[in-house]
């Protein structure tokens, strides 16, 4: 079965500072790939999905991801970030879209 | 906007009764939706996946008579927590696939407060 390791469980950084939240995967197959965030009481909204094709994803809000793998890894990258990107950001994994599952997620805290 | 709605988005029981979640795709037709939880500050947990007109396949170590899901329709999946107790309060996920779309959307969740 496929898994996700998020390798940073909190991520602080300042303002307009570059971040990269890592995220690993293992699978014995072909994978999708994906990054949510989570808005504190709120549900998922997709930033960023990787199914096939470029291994460069641009996402929304600014945020892109780079699909590799020989390092089977997706990390999640932004150049300069916002306060309003605090959040918890999720990465996840699915085999031809089906059932997810998901990193234990990772805090990023953007103080000013 | 919102492709995938859930209802009701906050609820208060006492311990013992029965909550009902319904889970709607509203402009896609779902054969496939599933169900996670989250507990605060923790990631996503797949309970099970509701496949429409046939019982739903569950994740090892949840309760199939405790958590009954019910996808009677290509639009609704339902999930109902049965004799609630304060340790299943949680926030409560579904998602929908749209095959065509090759996309799968998640609803806003709900959060669940038993007392």
């Known amino acids: 079965a496929q898994s996700v390791t998020q390798l940073d469980s909190q991520v602080p950084v300042f303002e307009e500072a570059p971040v990269e939240l890592r995220c690993n995967y293992s699978?014995?197959?072909?994978?999708?790939l994906f990054w949510y965030v989570q808005y504190p009481n709120q549900g998922l909204q997709l930033l960023l999905k990787?199914?096939?094709?470029?291994?460069l994803v641009k996402g929304i809000n600014g945020f892109e991801a780079e699909f590799n793998k020989s390092q089977t890894s997706f990390h999640l990258r932004k150049p300069s970030v916002h306060i309003s990107d605090t959040a918890e950001y999720f990465c996840?994994?699915?085999?031809?879209?089906?059932?997810?599952?998901f990193g234990a997620g990772t805090r990023l805290t953007v103080k000013p | 906007g919102a492709v995938v709605s859930q209802h009701p988005s906050r609820v208060i029981c006492k311990s013992g009764t029965s909550v009902k979640i319904e889970c709607r795709s509203l402009?896609?037709?779902?054969?496939?939706m599933f169900w996670y939880r989250q507990f605060p500050k923790q990631s996503l947990m797949l309970m099970a996946t509701?496949?429409?007109?046939?019982?739903?396949?569950?994740e090892q170590g949840v309760e199939k008579d405790k958590f009954l899901i019910n996808h009677a329709s290509l639009t609704l999946s339902t999930l109902t927590v049965t004799s609630a107790h304060p340790e299943d309060s949680s926030f409560y996920i579904c998602?929908?696939?749209?095959?065509?779309?090759?996309?799968?959307?998640f609803g806003p969740g709900t959060r669940l407060l038993v007392l």
């Open positions: 998602s929908a696939i749209n095959r065509i779309q090759e996309t799968q959307y």
């Open positions: 699978s014995s197959v072909s994978v999708y």
């Open positions: 990787y199914l096939s094709g470029s291994t």
């Open positions: 996840a994994v699915s085999v031809r879209n089906n059932d997810m599952r």
């Open positions: 402009d896609f037709q779902a054969t496939t």
């Open positions: 509701s496949n429409e007109g046939s019982k739903a396949t569950y």
